[in-house]
């Protein structure tokens, strides 16, 4: 099948509508569904008694998107994709030309992500960001498409939506992923919002996480509810430009998350960009089953 390269325009998300291209009066919604995903895989199911097993699609957490340069990366959470199965994405592009929605299928190999270097050792776990890079998709005809993407610029400040440092209390987020159930059905996966606030600044071996080992010395305490499948979710500012302030990792019966900030994603950014891209076949074109 013939492939014709396409031009890609990555939206910029903040509050004032600024975008590369496309209709500038975009709401912030339609944007942040473009860049914050759901991560799933998928299980095949042979009843006693069936000739045909029943594949479905399961959620595993929330990834986004960065671009820095011309490159485009996923961050996540690492729990999330250290796994002993591949993930997998539907992403959602929009059409300039026709001005229609469309989805691609994102497919995400677990031995192509790259871990944050610090491991940790046998009282501190180890830092929970992860991040894949990847290719500009390409895709069959002769459109223009758009998705989004936080933009990482080292050499432009004022394009650059990671910030150098890292939020402090009482900074107003807003966290973006997709909920695992939340006791409707709902007809597609898109994302939902959670409002709150940094509530806390940790330290070196100062929140234990499920009784287990302590979080990284660097991570943040939220006042804000979460729900299953909010791991990987991206924590912005909610007031003034939109900033990413990190990534969401844990969360707790108390309306509490843990993330790790802004810092540790730059510092994975950092190796991920100098690294090539592993050859494999992530996009393709989205058949409804499953």
């Not at 299980?43 to 998107?65: H, I, R, W, Y």
Request: glycine content about 8%; charged content about 20%.
């Amino acid at each position: 099948m013939a492939r014709i390269a396409i031009v890609i325009y990555l939206l910029l998300i903040g509050l004032t509508g600024n975008a590369i291209a496309g209709d500038n009066q975009e709401s912030f919604y339609a944007k942040i569904g473009r860049t914050v995903i759901r991560l799933e895989y998928l299980t095949e199911t042979l009843k006693e008694g069936n000739v045909k097993s029943v594949t479905a699609s399961n959620p595993q957490g929330t990834g986004f998107f960065i671009l820095s340069g011309n490159s485009l990366f996923l961050v996540t959470a690492r729990h999330v994709v250290d796994t002993d199965h591949d993930l997998r994405s539907r992403v959602n592009i929009f059409n300039e030309v026709t001005k229609k929605s469309s989805i691609l299928l994102l497919r995400l190999p677990r031995k192509n992500w790259i871990f944050h270097p610090d491991n940790g050792n046998d009282k501190i776990d180890a830092v929970d960001v992860a991040v894949i890079k990847l290719p500009i998709p390409v895709i069959e005809g002769d459109f223009s498409n758009s998705f989004g993407a936080f933009i990482y610029e080292t050499n432009n400040l004022k394009d650059n939506q990671l910030p150098v440092k890292d939020a402090l209390p009482p900074e107003q987020v807003v966290a973006f992923g997709f909920p695992g159930d939340t006791g409707f059905k709902l007809r597609e996966q898109r994302p939902m919002g959670r409002f709150g606030i940094i509530a806390m600044v940790t330290g070196e071996e100062f929140i234990k996480i499920d009784n287990k080992k302590f979080a990284n010395g660097r991570c943040s305490l939220l006042d804000i509810k979460a729900f299953p499948g909010n791991s990987g979710s991206p924590v912005m500012s909610a007031t003034g430009n939109i900033n990413l302030l990190g990534v969401l990792i844990a969360s707790n019966s108390s309306d509490f998350a843990l993330i790790e900030p802004v810092s540790r994603i730059r510092e994975i950014m950092d190796i991920a960009i100098k690294t090539p891209i592993q050859n494999y076949d992530y996009w393709s074109k989205y058949q409804l089953n499953p």
